[in-house]
T-cell receptor, first 113, second 110 residues
């Protein structure tokens, strides 16, 4: 089983609040990713990182930001949450050494009121 | 044209049936291919990698056709527990993120 953890599992918050979604993995993976997925819809890559102090924006424009200060930790921050941010956020990681298998966390379901 | 295209379904099949999904990709330089499975309200999980020579894992067979730029997944003797969304995933190289298709939804009915 994957050793990648996301907290919180569910978050309901009011508009304008700053939030941070946590993601940690204990597998020593260099690559980490954040995806956004609405129910029944496709996955959208919003951020990724290939190592410490390296972050890139994904295909979907997002108002969120990420940081990668430690290999195992890849938090995602929304400075001012809006109802349009309501979605499921999935974190994933993979090994840099040619193995493309992605391990996903259980996700954070965010609802912004 | 989307990089990875799949028929969204749903495919509704009886238990024991054989069902096949196809997926096309647009970039001929793509190097790695995978099928992931995603259950309702769960995270995706790797089902199997797809190799050039084709590969089988129990009731599941994956094929790659580079000339036509498509991959396929065949499920034999469908079980109720096979009901899920199957995601076609393509990688251009080890230095670019995986590209996910929208998924094909399968419902196996008793």
């Amino acid at each position: 089983e994957a050793d990648i953890y996301q907290t919180p599992r569910y978050l309901v918050i009011g508009t304008g609040k700053k939030i941070t979604l946590e993601c940690s993995q204990t597998m020593g993976h260099d690559k980490m990713y954040w995806y956004q997925q609405d129910p029944g819809m496709e996955l959208h890559l919003i951020h990724y990182s290939y190592g410490v102090n390296s972050t890139e924006k994904g295909d979907l424009s997002s108002e969120s930001t990420v940081s990668r200060i430690r290999t195992e930790h890849f938090p995602l921050t929304l400075e001012s949450a809006r109802p349009s941010h309501t979605s499921q956020y999935l974190c994933a990681s993979s090994d840099m050494r040619g193995n493309e298998k992605l391990f996903f966390g259980s996700g954070t379901q965010l609802s912004v009121l | 044209r989307k990089e990875v295209e799949q028929d969204p379904g749903p495919f509704n099949v009886p238990e024991g049936a054989t069902v096949a999904f196809n997926c096309t990709y647009s970039n001929s330089a793509s190097q790695s291919f995978f099928w992931y499975r995603q259950d309702c309200r769960k995270e995706p999980k790797l089902l199997m990698s797809v190799y050039s020579s084709g590969n089988e894992d129990g009731r599941f067979t994956a094929q790659l056709n580079r000339a036509s730029q498509y991959i396929s997944l065949l499920i034999r003797d469908s079980k109720l527990s096979d009901s899920a969304t199957y995601l076609c995933v393509v990688s251009l190289s080890g230095n670019t993120p995986l590209v996910f298709g929208k998924g094909t939804r399968l419902s196996v009915i008793a």
